[in-house]
């Protein structure tokens, strides 16, 4: 049930080198890795998507996230700490390995800025002809905002959460709104000045407890920036019941016990769903340029749902991402989900990443994967792995 973002066409369509990626992307996700899929022995070549958690270290505390908010795996004492930082020559040669595979390139964290090396490792991913995305708060980008451009960075999201009292209150740092306008302000006016699209700006809104009231203002407020374009959550969260049930299932066909979903579960009876629906319905009236997409894609009447059926999937089954994609975490282990970095499968500090992507661990998890019901696990019900894009 993955679907196409129609509203990525025009700033995709603006950057060649996006164009040519994404097209590329779409092959391998939707058709190649899909005939994959079939593979009994879980091998894959259709590796397209390869996945940076750069950092560990954030200047954020945002409330919801599952690594650094109140209940997250990073803050909490009862859960492995997923932290570290990877020297830049070892992300060189990674990149020098996956070069001829034409990737793309995701780098999140953490904030990707708090990476010392970040400018000059993202200009050498451009050298070497891959396409590169960027999910940052903005805390780097009014300084770097002259090289980005002039190196032709593709694609930066950045994080906005409602107007400014707002999305500091989300962001649990006062002066982050500040920052992250200020950032992408400088980027356009570059951008206007040298006559460049690239970098493609994208804003990314996650409801939340502290915003669901403040949608359509958030997105008014975005407008402001001429973004390319607005993605909005609907939010990534799950239950205590859900993430046992997962975690009997993991130890049964894999062999651990998971603990990244704990930092995942939060209280979603405290969202005003009929607040939320009601600016949705403003926000998909067509007024708002560019338009948002939301994420997941769900029917109006499917909201409410969304948030008092934690188990319901709507419709979407077969994960395939550990199929085109692969990702590293901070320290430089491979996992096969960024979201659930449970199920460690190798190093990129002491393997080639190509050997790990089709190892007997990563293969493992893709027949372990396949093999349950839906081909999803129970915590897939709320990630963005298979209900994103």
Known sequence: ????????????????????????????????????????????????????????RCNHRCAICAQWGKSGYNARDDTPKVTGEVPVEVYKKLIDEVAPKKVHVYITGG????????????????????????????????KNAQTIVENGWDMICVSFDGPKEIHDKCRGTPGAFDTAVKGISAIQKLKKESKKSKPAIFVLTTISQNNQYT???????????????????????TQEW??????????????????????????????????????????????????ALFVPDL??????????????????????????????MPNGDTVTCRDFPDFVTGNIMESPVLEIYNNEKHRKFRRALRSCDNGVFPICSRCCGLMGY
């Open 1 to 56: 049930m993955r679907r196409l973002p129609l509203q990525f066409i025009g700033p995709v369509c603006r950057n060649p080198d996006l164009l040519v990626s994404f097209s590329r992307g779409v092959y391998r996700e939707f058709i190649k890795s899909k005939m994959d899929y079939q593979n009994e022995d879980g091998s894959s070549s259709a590796l397209w998507l390869l996945s940076l958690r750069i950092t560990h």
């Open 111 to 142: 904030e990707p800025f708090l990476y010392e090396s970040l400018v000059p490792l993202v200009n050498y991913m451009k050298q070497k002809g891959l396409t590169v995305q960027i999910v940052t708060n903005g805390v780097g980008l009014e």
């Open 215 to 237: 949608l359509n203002d958030t997105v008014v407020e975005a407008e402001k920036l001429r973004p390319d374009g607005m993605v909005i959550y609907y939010s990534w969260f």
């Open 242 to 291: 859900i993430g046992q049930k997962h975690t009997q299932i993991a130890n049964e066909k894999l062999g651990i016990t998971p603990f990244a979903w704990k930092g995942y579960v939060r209280d979603t009876k405290t969202y005003d769903v009929d607040a939320i629906v009601d600016q949705v319905k403003k926000i998909k009236s067509g007024k708002h340029r560019p338009g």
């Open 299 to 328: 029917k109006i009447e499917d909201v409410p749902k969304y948030y008092s059926e934690p188990e319901n999937f709507f419709g979407y089954k077969k994960c395939i991402s550990p199929w085109y994609q692969l990702d590293v």
